[in-house]
């Protein structure tokens, strides 16, 4: 290629202006700011499904653990019944393949037998980790 081809190459195969990465980064964010907020109401109504979903299957495990022994663990002996025997007869666990999970906050799922609303309570109080709330923050519970 001559100095004559190079110059002509060179000149019609320019970078991008700074105008134009600054209009392409504009855009970028719009587009960030519109699909961020959607993303994490679904990733905070995703948590809020797990939690519903693991208070069932301990429901689920606890229901097990009654008909091999004929109760419900108590308040003290907790969910850790349900991959330990606690010391009674009949017990064929552990009823869970996992070790008890924590709520998908990090946090324990609360456990009372006999429970105020039935042969047992589970719940687990939320993103903000006490009773009440609303949204991200509401209890999410067994018998509801």
């Known amino acids: ?47 809020q499904a797990a939690a519903k979903t693991q208070i069932e299957l301990l429901g689920q495990a606890l229901d097990q653990f009654r008909l091999d022994t004929g109760r419900y663990p108590n308040t003290s002996e907790g969910l850790t019944a349900l991959m330990t025997n606690p010391g009674g007869e009949n017990w064929d666990g552990p009823y869970l393949k996992k070790a008890v999970p924590n709520d998908p906050w990090g946090k324990p799922y609360i456990y009372q037998s006999p429970g105020s609303h039935g042969d047992y309570d589970i719940s687990s109080n939320g993103a903000d980790g006490s009773p009440g709330g609303d949204g991200e923050n509401k209890d999410i519970v067994s018998w509801e």
Do not use: C, Q, S, W
Request: overall charge positive; proline content about 2%.
């Open 1 to 47: 290629m001559t100095d004559r081809g190079k110059k002509k190459y060179l000149k019609n195969h320019r970078g991008f202006t700074l105008i134009e990465l600054l209009v392409v980064i504009v855009i970028l964010g719009l587009l960030a700011g519109i699909v961020m907020p959607k993303y994490l109401a679904r990733e905070k109504k995703g948590r």
